[in-house]
């Protein structure tokens, strides 16, 4: 209505990566609901069992938590550097 010029842009396009075989681990970090989604389509949830599971913030623990699995450790802020934080103040990086 007041005349402005509005371009849609995608900046990114979430296509999931495949593995042959997963790799021996003892925690993973999950950034998005998506990534747990194609984890656990790919390996299951019981390839968690026993593991350290980070989340970047509460949806992608919430979906998470719909497979059937809580995480351990959830970033208090949602970054990367949030998840590192949480990770050195729950000891796991020591």
Same mark, same amino acid.
């Given at each position: 209505q007041k005349g402005?010029? *509005?371009d849609d842009v995608q900046l990114y396009i979430?296509? +999931?990566v495949t593995?042959?075989?997963? +790799? /021996?681990?003892?925690? *993973?970090f999950f950034a998005s609901a998506s990534a747990v989604e194609v984890f656990i389509a790919q390996f299951s949830k019981e390839a968690? @069992?026993? @593991? %350290? *599971? *980070?989340t970047i913030g509460? +949806? %992608?623990? /919430? %979906?998470? &938590? &719909?497979?059937?699995?809580?995480?351990?450790?959830?970033a208090s802020e949602a970054t990367v550097e949030g998840a590192i934080e949480a990770l050195a103040r729950?000891?796991?990086?020591?």
């Open positions: 402005a010029a *509005v979430n296509e +999931p593995y042959e075989k997963l +790799p /021996d681990f003892d925690a *993973v968690l @069992k026993g @593991k %350290t *599971v *980070v509460k +949806p %992608t623990s /919430d %979906t998470l &938590a &719909a497979f059937g699995r809580e995480a351990n450790i959830i729950h000891g796991v990086l020591e």
